[in-house]
């Protein structure tokens, strides 16, 4: 799910064009920096490829990105690649586990949603984001506005494939998330930042979790339900993002696989009626919203008068995840793993 931060004002065109003279010096027209940052020429540079639409061109592997949402960051500090970040920001949940060295070298210019100013001052030479609505306007600023000083962005595909981001909110899905959509962002980057096979190791790594993950389970004796955040109004997972990777693999069911909403905002009453077997429950860090943390969350379900007549609630079928093992990230595949391990837990892997 995304943040839900409300963005500074975007710089003004003087503030832009000032821009330019800073990201010419970190970001020149010529491919004389190699993949590990040295002077050799940079094979395979300038990379051109297609991202959500539009046409991204990379002149040479970036020296000085910045990454402003935590699933990037996370698959580029996983690529090996925290000495080429010059921030990031909007951040749910810790840093990944194994990564919390690399990330400590890593200047984080804002918890939520930066500013554009915030962004620029950082002289960036590429610019990546998880999510659509974080390069648009009302997020940091939109793409052009960056593309226009010579800064190419990257929007990760598992955003744009087969979803509908029009109609506000989180988007809605027009056909299944598949975590082929996260392996090519993963591959995707590695080429931006030179490093094609750090990409395909990690894909290689990712897809084996998945198979120990899913083998010789079956869940189709439990219905999931999902929550990320908010007790008031609910954020509850649709059928077709990143949980439904999860519900997919499993063989389980999602008792709201009937909306294609990214993530409702649905009733507790309905919640109730649909009586999950399961409670897969958001352990966010942050504090936007009511109930981030999986402590609020599970005090709030034992205490309301209609959550906690569920069998879930009742029994305490409770999975906790963290906010990014919810979207589509590389994290999915944690989320993948501890829910698989839940089911085993509770009985309900077959």
């Known amino acids: 799910m995304l943040s839900k931060a409300t963005p500074a004002p975007i710089r003004t065109a003087a503030l832009f064009a000032a821009g330019v003279v800073l990201l010419t010096a970190c970001g020149g027209g010529t491919t004389n920096s190699s993949a590990d940052g040295g002077g050799d020429k940079a094979d395979g540079f300038p990379l051109t490829l297609k991202n959500c639409g539009r046409t991204v061109t990379v002149k040479a592997p970036p020296q000085r990105a910045v990454s402003v949402d935590q699933g990037s960051t996370e698959i580029l500090l996983s690529l090996g690649l925290a000495d080429r970040l010059a921030g990031t920001a909007t951040w749910s949940d810790p840093v990944m586990k194994g990564l919390e060295k690399a990330n400590k070298g890593v200047e984080r210019i804002s918890e939520n949603r930066p500013s554009s100013e915030k962004v620029l001052d950082k002289e960036p030479d ?177 205490s309301n008068p209609v959550t906690r007549t569920m069998d879930a609630v009742k029994n305490r079928r409770y999975v906790l995840l963290s906010g990014q093992a919810m979207n589509p990230t590389i994290r999915t595949v944690e989320g993948l793993e501890r829910v698989a391990a839940g089911l085993r837990d509770f009985g309900l892997a077959g």
């Open 126 to 302: 590429f610019l990546s984001a998880s999510f659509a609505s974080t390069l648009a306007k009302g997020g940091v600023a939109p793409r052009e506005q960056f593309e226009k000083l010579g800064v190419p962005t990257y929007i990760s595909p598992a955003d744009c494939i087969g979803k509908d981001n029009s109609g506000g909110g989180d988007g809605a899905r027009t056909a299944p998330l598949t975590m082929d959509s996260v392996y090519t962002e993963v591959r995707e980057l590695s080429q931006v930042f030179g490093v094609p096979e750090r990409g395909d190791a990690l894909v290689k790594k990712l897809r084996a979790r998945v198979a120990k993950a899913t083998d010789s389970i079956d869940g189709s004796k439990a219905s999931l339900l999902y929550w990320f955040s908010d007790s008031k109004a609910p954020y509850l997972a649709g059928c077709c993002g990143a949980p439904g990777v999860i519900t997919r693999e499993l063989g389980a069911k999602n008792v709201f696989d009937d909306t294609h909403d990214e993530w409702p905002q649905i009733s507790w009453e309905t919640v109730a009626d649909r009586n999950p077997d399961v409670l897969v429950i958001g352990d966010l860090s942050r504090t936007m919203q009511t109930a981030e943390s999986a402590e609020k969350k599970i005090e709030f379900l034992e």
